[in-house]
């Protein structure tokens, strides 16, 4: 057995764990709307720190896609631009997945810093799946279970796009917890397996 595998099978397993205790805290600290967005925060790859980097001014250049706050609502920059004397609704699509309109760089922050955590383990159990390619011939079970984590890490990330579009419905925050005890089981699973083989 690929000393390798078994490496980054323990490594996919720590990184998803501290994704589900990242989920916690951001549960416990209220944070789940921190980005009101996904897989972006605020229309950014890396999310505002103040409110004054969201909020709509005048004579300001504005990407494609950004997000704004102006009258107590979301928007997206339909195309990037200067921003004239007046809020021109024309540049502007309303965002409409949910009516959230706060912001807290505390909460935006440990969102982000959750879904960063969740992208180094998809890409870790990725790396993993990979690895498992050259065990096929003697042990397929390992690739398929590999596959099937990254195939449920890719279905937990769109489970995470649902919580934030539903405005952090409980049924669907519930799913998306069990699914996250199902890729740790799936993991650990996969270790023992390979354990046994090396």
């Known amino acids: 057995m690929n000393k390798n595998f078994i490496f980054f099978s323990k490594l996919s397993l720590v990184l998803v764990l501290f994704v589900i205790l990242a989920g916690s805290l951001v549960r416990m600290t209220g944070s789940g709307m921190g980005c009101p967005d996904w897989p972006k925060c605020f229309g950014y790859l890396i999310p505002p720190t103040s ?22 609502k979301f928007y997206n920059s339909k195309n990037k631009f200067m921003s004239e004397s007046n809020f021109e609704s024309s540049n502007w699509i309303p965002y409409t997945k949910h ?44 690739t398929f279970l590999s596959g099937l984590v990254v195939l449920s890490m890719g279905f937990q990330a769109w489970l995470g796009k649902l919580v934030v579009d539903s405005n952090l419905s409980p049924y669907k925050i519930s799913i998306h917890m069990l699914m996250a005890i199902v890729i740790v089981c799936l993991i650990i699973y996969i270790i023992k397996k390979a354990d046994a083989k090396y």
Request: proline fraction near 3%; aromatic fraction near 18%; charged fraction near 25%.
């Open 99 to 142: 009516d959230y309109t706060k912001f807290d760089p505390l909460n935006t922050w440990f969102e982000f810093v959750n879904r960063l955590i969740g992208a180094i383990a998809g890409f870790s159990t990725l790396i993993m799946f990979f690895l498992s390619t050259y065990e096929f011939k003697r042990n397929k079970n390992l």
């Open 51 to 72: 409110i004054e980097k969201i909020t709509w001014k005048p004579d300001q250049n504005y990407d494609k896609g950004v997000m704004i706050l102006h009258d107590k």
